[in-house]
């Protein structure tokens, strides 16, 4: 092989790689603000989950680290109970972004397309363990 081809098929397997990394980085959540998560919760979540349970969705309270479908008591989907998910920062990130696409089969409706905010509620649900 050329040496002139040997050099372009390396460039070109490096920025490939390159890219690769630099989309999965943006594919990462930024790192978000408690406070404000706190306050998107309240208004967008506390609806349907309540903080101690009772409400038509689980209590989130102590949700990071949880396995999904665990809340004793709630009658969970069955999607959702045999998803094997522990809700971690990635977790949580892609089920947000899109319930029913993440786990489907679950009861979820809501969707939380900004990513910020994701971070946001994330930071908030890791606050409260």
Known sequence: MKPAYVAAALTAIALGGALG???QAAAVPAVGDAA?????????CAMCHVAEGGGQGPSLKGLYGRNAGSVPGFAYSAALK?????????????FLANPI????GTAMPITVPDPKQRADLIAYFAAQK
Do not use: K, N, Y
């Open 82 to 94: 045999a998803s094997g998910v522990i809700w971690t920062g990635p977790e949580l990130d892609r």
């Open 21 to 23: 990394a630099l989309a």
């Open 101 to 104: 696409v993440a786990i489907p």
């Open 36 to 44: 404000a998560g706190e306050e998107l919760f309240l208004d967008r």
